[in-house]
C-alpha cells in the first residue's frame, strides 16, 4: 500500500484508489453558464464548404474536405433547424449543373445518332455517379428532413426529376432523346 501525493491511498496495481479517510468524493456537474452560441457566419461558411464540395463532384475533381466532414457540417446544419434552406441550395446548385450538362449535350445534336446516344449515355452515367456521391455527402439530409417529409423526394430521386425537366427545356435535346425512346433510358418514364 502506498500513498499518492494527493493524499489517495493506492492498494496494488489495477485497484482503485481511495482517499486516506475513508469517504468517497462525489463528482458535482454543473450547468454552463451561458448556452453555446452558432458563430454569426455559420451557416455562410458551412454553405460555401459544402458548396466547394457540390462544385467539385459535378467537375470531377477531388473534393478537398474530408467527407466525414461534409457530412457533419450537413448534420450540424439540420441540428440547428437550416435543412429547409439547405435542401433549396442543393438543389438550385444540382439545377446550375444539370442545365450546363444539356447545354453542353445542345452542341452535340449535329452528331450522328450512335455518336449522340454515347454522349447522352455517358451523361447519363456520370450523373447518376454524381448523384450517388452527393447523397452520400447529405445522406443527413436526405434521412432526416427529406424522408420526414411526404411532399419531397429523396436527393436522388430529386436530381431525376430536374434531369427531366431540364431535358424536356431543351428542345433540341429532347427532340433528339425522343427519337431514341425506343433504348429505355429511365429518364423517360
Not at 56 to 72: F, G, N, R
Not at 112 to 127: G, I, M, N, R, S
Request: proline share 5%; charged share 20%; net charge positive.
Amino acid at each position: 500500500m502506498s500513498t499518492h501525493k494527493n493524499g489517495m491511498v493506492i492498494n496494488a496495481p489495477g485497484a482503485k484508489a481511495t482517499p486516506q479517510n475513508g469517504q468517497t468524493k462525489k463528482l458535482v456537474i454543473r450547468p454552463l453558464k451561458l448556452k453555446p452560441q452558432l458563430p454569426a457566419n455559420f451557416e455562410e461558411e458551412t454553405w460555401a464548404k459544402l458548396q466547394a464540395a457540390v462544385w467539385a463532384v459535378h467537375q470531377k475533381q477531388p473534393v478537398a474536405t474530408s467527407l466525414e466532414e461534409l457530412y457533419k457540417a450537413v448534420e450540424d446544419m439540420c441540428r440547428h433547424n437550416m435543412q429547409d434552406r439547405l435542401y433549396k441550395r442543393l438543389q438550385a446548385e444540382c439545377d446550375m449543373h444539370i442545365s450546363q450538362q444539356l447545354a453542353a449535350l445542345q452542341a452535340q445534336t449535329q452528331l450522328a445518332p450512335a455518336a449522340f446516344l454515347e454522349q447522352v449515355a455517358a451523361t447519363w452515367e456520370d450523373y447518376c455517379n454524381q448523384m450517388l456521391l452527393i447523397r452520400s455527402i447529405f445522406l443527413y439530409l436526405d434521412r432526416a428532413y427529406v424522408m420526414s417529409l411526404p411532399g419531397l423526394r429523396s436527393l436522388f430521386d430529386t436530381g431525376l426529376a430536374s434531369l427531366r425537366q431540364h431535358l424536356a427545356a431543351h428542345s433540341q435535346v429532347n427532340s433528339r432523346d425522343q427519337a431514341m425512346h425506343g433504348f429505355g433510358w429511365p429518364w423517360f418514364t
